[in-house]
């Protein structure tokens, strides 16, 4: 199995494509040849690279930037993921001038703490602050900025956004597949109240969460950064989670929620009914056919609703770059 553990090695976030920069390593060339990152990296995109420091944790940190850059888009993955399953996102973004921040939360892929786990989920905002104020005061992530974040990247989006309200710094969010409560969750609610006592972790149950049979296959046999097991000290800090988002006031925010019909991983209806009370200006695209991993969907999938969030982040920065078949 692929070990990227020496990259763990490396220091503060600095720029990877100087010669002799420490940062650029052949473990660093593997990782992003393992996760098709490496064809973006072109004469034309630059890449900063290492962890940054925030609430005790260390973050690993990548930045991505087009020659002139239209503003910064904040990417923040889901549960299980890391920053290396971006690479469709990251694709659509460069390729239309955003400079792209993306970074492995607490406890995934290669940054630190416990696996799969958090105490609070305030924890997951701080760190979001604590890296946007790193980045900011070394210039790298200029105005105006967007988030995007997948499940519960776009509740840690939401919850900053509706607590920070008119003062908040976002131009716009894209929330896919938000989550609020998972499927189940009225059922399950009750069983982690009982089995939290006793047991700490749950096996983790690797369900198909998208068409691209190719991207589900990878999750379950090529990834070393999956953790295999689901820990309820996450599920407890979800918990607590949910009704501090549902009692924050309202925000008029431009917002775009991006969700599949088919996803069986969050409560997508009822979930959808919370974030539109919160964001009155939200726009809704449903795709009947797409399930929960939206930025890994099957391609035809994929590209309709990257079309949209396309449209989205058009209509907040207007895009001087003609994007093919336009």
Not at 9 to 38: C, E, K, M, S
Not at 47 to 72: C, E, I, K, M, N
Not at 202 to 217: E, H, I, M, W
Request: aromatic share 10%; net charge negative.
């Amino acid at each position: 199995m692929t070990d990227f553990a020496p990259l763990q090695a490396l220091g503060p976030i600095a720029p990877a494509r100087v010669p002799g920069n420490t940062p650029w390593t052949p473990h660093l060339d593997h990782y992003l040849a393992h996760y098709q990152l490496a064809p973006l990296l072109t004469d034309h995109v630059g890449l900063h690279v290492g962890y940054l420091d925030a609430r005790g944790f260390r973050l690993w940190t990548q930045v991505w930037s087009p020659t002139t850059p239209r503003g910064t888009a904040f990417v923040v993955h889901g549960y299980f993921d890391h920053l290396g399953l971006y690479r469709h996102l990251l694709d659509r973004l460069l390729s239309e001038g955003w400079r792209v921040v993306l970074w492995d939360l607490p406890g995934h892929g290669l940054s630190s703490g416990e696996r799969a786990t958090i105490d609070d989920f305030d924890d997951y905002g701080e760190c979001l602050v604590a890296l946007q104020s790193q980045l900011d005061d070394q210039g790298l992530i200029p105005k105006p900025w967007v988030g995007i974040g997948q499940s519960t990247g776009a509740a840690i989006l939401a919850t900053d956004a509706l607590r920070n309200g008119q003062t908040s710094e976002w131009h716009g969010l894209a929330l896919l597949a938000p989550l609020v409560r998972p499927l189940g969750w009225p059922q399950s609610s009750w069983l982690h109240r009982l089995a939290s006592p006793f047991i700490t972790t749950l096996p983790r149950k690797y369900r198909p969460n998208s068409s691209d049979s190719d991207f589900t296959a990878f999750l379950r046999e090529a990834d070393p950064l999956q953790a295999d097991y689901l820990t309820l000290t996450w599920v407890s800090a979800m918990r607590r989670w949910m009704p501090q988002l549902i009692a924050l006031p309202e925000s008029e925010l431009p917002v775009l929620i991006l969700q599949g019909e088919q996803d069986l991983t969050v409560d997508w209806a009822w979930n959808l009914e919370v974030m539109t009370r919160k964001f009155p200006c939200a726009q809704v695209h449903r795709h009947p056919e797409a399930r929960h991993h939206l930025v890994n969907e099957a391609e035809p999938i994929r590209q309709i609703l990257f079309n949209e969030l396309s449209r989205f982040l058009d209509q907040l920065v207007p895009n001087d770059i003609e994007r093919p078949g336009t």
